[in-house]
């Protein structure tokens, strides 16, 4: 069984800063890659973003619309995932999602997920 955690969200105004976490636990892959997805609201699973991956070795893709805002990282270590979140707009507003998978393939909703963690930006 394989579990992931997310941590973190909440509400910041326009601007602002957040960190999320996500712990994998469990009987996960060797060198497994992990991303961060959003569901914005209104939108529905199979509509859900792909905001951010990190290989194993710390190779990492941004979606255009966070790149230079937003930071993906890992702690192999302590199988911790992180969303470093800056100059947050209110179109960040979704729920974030943590994904682990075997394979540095992202063109499916596959692999293993969190329950998510809601993101509120608004003044």
């Known amino acids: 069984q394989v579990q992931l955690v997310e941590s973190g969200g909440g509400l910041v105004q326009p601007g602002g800063s957040l960190r999320l976490s996500c712990v994998v636990s469990g009987r996960i892959f060797m060198n497994y890659a992990a991303g961060w997805y959003r569901q914005a609201p209104g939108k529905q699973r199979d509509q859900r973003e792909l905001?951010?991956?990190?290989?194993?070795?710390?190779?990492?893709v941004y979606a255009d619309s966070v790149k230079g805002r937003f930071t993906i990282s890992r702690d192999n270590a302590e199988n911790t995932i992180f969303l470093q979140m800056g100059s947050l707009k209110t179109e960040d507003t979704a729920v974030y999602f943590c994904?682990?998978?075997?394979?540095?393939?992202?063109?499916?909703?596959?692999?293993?997920w969190g329950q998510g963690t809601q993101v509120t930006v608004s003044s």
């Open positions: 905001v951010a991956t990190v290989t194993w070795q710390g190779n990492t």
């Open positions: 994904n682990a998978r075997k394979t540095d393939s992202w063109n499916a909703l596959a692999g293993y």
